[in-house]
């Protein structure tokens, strides 16, 4: 999810204070940054995005299932 512009105006301004306080932190940080994005998935555990109108159903879908094994396998 993209940030909005309120959320990219505050991080601009701690980028910019981070860069006055501590360059050469500032830097480092840069220079890790350029590294991960260069790196690509294949440097990593990229998991996909899964949905929530995806991934509600299926839940409910389980709920219901172990709900119905429960009723039939627990002796009542």
């Known amino acids: 999810m993209p940030l909005t512009w309120r959320e990219r105006r505050i991080l601009a301004e701690i980028e910019d204070a981070l860069t006055r306080e501590d360059p050469q932190l500032a830097e480092r940080s840069t220079a890790i940054c350029n590294i991960e994005s260069s790196a690509g998935p294949s440097h990593g555990r990229s998991w996909p995005r899964i949905e929530l109108r995806v991934l ?11 709900l119905l094994l429960m009723t039939v396998l627990v002796p009542g």
């Open 56 to 66: 509600l159903p299926v839940l409910v879908a389980l709920g219901v299932i172990a």
